[in-house]
């Protein structure tokens, strides 16, 4: 039977998150010092998102979380939601968030990863019944819109890694803000860049994959960010020469799910992330194409392999659980 997301598994990813977006400590900043003063502490440095290690996943963390209550607001930690939201997700808070963002040595602060999540976790508030943590987030959405609107065009290259710098990933997640907002200028951008960088890519041989701390398949994730971005009439031709042998199982490397051999390593626990990514994807890669297609129930069946890699390890370490359960969550509703 496919992985669905029930009730249950919601009230579980929201359980673990809850358990770690306010856990301060271990934390891994990435923060540069300008002088003494900045040698701070990460609640000090991030009033709203100092927990689940480091900040990018704090934010995708309160995302999940987002998406429970919008899915479920009759659940077991519906109520611990909106307290949380209530307490943390504040205009003042959320201005020591854009404090921080505001300094020189900020300016590639969680580029594009962090941004690309920060837009997502505006997109979801801004979904839900009550407006006011969407409107109090607003203020740190539109710096990291705009800055979106003032590096892609800067950017000659795409960064094709599979890990936290992919500029795939960071289009594919910011289309869902700005088409929610209404930001037309923001969507033509993303689409022309998503174009400019990847439209003329074809036959790829996905070599190098899995790296050994990949959490994204730089091949899957920029199918996924053209096949978000693009027209179904230009993706379709696109997808045909960008993996023109998937009905083959071919590239091989793309349906084998990969080996985590030690999840107290930080890096290593990234492949469980990547086999999580990679179900996401290859699940909205199948429901894009007609149903009679041959590489539909082959896309669904490596997706079930790579969930069954994956799902029964959210909570082995902190080294994943701290963030592994984003990613199922967006794999389990493709």
Partial sequence: ???????????????LTLGHVTREYPNKPDHTLAGPEDARTPAALHPVFYGSFDWHSCVHGYWLLAR?????????????IRALFDRQ?????????CAYLAAPTARGFKRPYG?????????????????????????????????FREFLPLSPYPVRVGTHFNTAF????????AEGTGDAGLTGLLRATAARWYGPDADCPAWGEPSGDDFLSSALIEAEALRRLMPAEDFLPWFDRFLPRLAERQPETLFRPATVTDRSDGKIAHLDGLNLSRAWCLRALAAALPAADARVPVLRDAAEAHLDAALPHLADDYMGEHWLASFALLALEA
């Fill in 68 to 80: 429970v209550l919008r899915r479920f607001p009759e659940g077991p930690q519906a109520d611990a």
């Fill in 115 to 147: 941004w690309a999540w920060a837009l997502t976790l505006a997109d979801e508030l801004g979904r839900l019944p009550e407006p006011r943590w969407a409107r109090a987030l607003a203020p740190l959405a539109e710096i990291v819109a705009q800055r």
């Fill in 89 to 97: 997700v504040t205009p003042e808070r959320v201005a020591g968030e």
């Fill in 1 to 15: 039977m496919p992985h669905i997301l029930t009730a249950d598994t919601a009230a579980r990813f929201a359980a």
């Fill in 170 to 177: 960071g289009l594919r997640m910011a289309a869902d803000y």
